[in-house]
T-cell receptor
């Protein structure tokens, strides 16, 4: 059974810092790894999708990497801003089965202080 | 574009009553999903549909049913609500099961 873990559960940094959010998964047989952002009381916004054949994806100040062999993904945020404050979720895409398709971690709550 | 629309946005429901949460997408995605999000438990899959006419059970399907009569709509029904079904419900879709997933804004349901 796939399990996804995100560490730390919460993170507070001063504005301008570069930071890394971690995501680990137990079953390396995934087809993709997706990072989401969730603002309080809102839905999930897709940030980056890494296919299983890829090593990383970049969008603006965000860079996500994937290492299937070690069961890890990281989300790197450069030059953090207060507007980056949100909960960041990673989800591992699995092939079928009773668990369905996307298995989520519990998220890292990021606070960027001005 | 609207993407995924969920209705209602929030609802208070008496225990024992039935309710259908609506989900409509305009992206012509084949796959659709229902998740519930609970504090400390994260997002858990309730039911999914890989294509119109087919559905499957996720991690926590008990007490819920779904149907997928067409590509655009994926309603979630609670036949007889219980307080443990108090949660925030998210509908999602993807063009195929292996591609990027998009989420609706959620339905906050309180069962009293």
């Amino acid at each position: 059974k796939q399990e996804v873990t995100q560490i730390p559960a919460a993170l507070s940094v001063p504005e301008g810092e570069n930071l890394v959010l971690n995501c680990s998964f137990t079953d390396s047989a995934i087809y993709n790894l997706q990072w989401f952002r969730q603002d309080p009381g809102k839905g999930l916004t897709s940030l980056l999708l890494i296919q299983s054949s890829q090593r990383e994806q970049t969008s603006g100040r965000l860079n996500a990497s994937l290492d299937k062999s070690s069961g890890r993904s990281t989300l790197y945020i450069a030059a953090s801003q207060p507007g980056d404050s949100a909960t960041y979720l990673c989800a591992a895409g699995n092939y079928g089965g009773s668990q369905g398709n996307l298995i989520f971690g519990k998220g890292t709550k990021l606070s960027v202080k001005p | 574009t609207a993407g995924i629309t969920q209705a209602p946005t929030s609802q208070i429901l008496a225990a024992g009553r039935s309710m259908t949460l609506r989900c409509t997408q305009d992206m012509r995605h084949n796959a659709m999903y229902w998740y519930r999000q609970d504090l400390g438990l994260g997002l858990r899959l309730i039911h999914y549909s890989n294509t119109a006419g087919t559905t499957g059970k996720g991690e926590v399907p008990d007490g819920y049913s779904v149907s997928r009569a067409n590509t655009d709509d994926f309603p979630l029904t609670l036949a007889s609500a219980v307080p443990s079904q108090t949660s925030v419900y998210f509908c999602a879709s993807s063009s195929e099961t292996v591609t990027e997933a998009f989420f609706g804004q959620g339905t906050r349901l309180t069962v009293v």
